[in-house]
């Protein structure tokens, strides 16, 4: 399962596991972008459902929502699927 969904979110993780250089890894830095990931992607999300919810008609609502939607999910994608270089290059740590 882990091998299917890393060949499907491969467009994300492939630039960050490129490299030769040497890199600094914190195991907590994983941690906490799964954390990370976790309370952007339920904002989002929980935005989303009040607007459906509460059929509200300006759009506007939607914007910060998706775009804390879309944080959130490539910080789960990465602090999850991606090996310990992808998360050193998130964090800076080259």
């Known amino acids: 399962m882990k091998t299917l969904l890393r060949s499907l979110f491969s467009f994300v993780l492939t630039p960050l596991e490129k490299g030769e250089e040497e890199f600094h890894h914190n195991p907590l830095g994983r941690k906490i972008l799964?954390?990370?990931?976790?309370?952007?992607?339920?904002?989002?999300?929980g935005v989303i459902f009040i607007y459906f919810t509460l059929a509200l008609e300006d759009?506007?609502?939607l914007i910060p929502?998706?775009?804390f939607l879309t944080v959130g999910v490539l910080c789960l994608v990465i602090g999850s699927l991606g090996n310990d270089r992808a998360v050193a290059k998130i964090w800076g740590n080259r």
């Open 59 to 61: 759009i506007a609502y």
């Open 34 to 45: 799964i954390v990370i990931g976790v309370l952007f992607s339920g904002l989002g999300s």
């Open 65 to 67: 929502s998706l775009v």
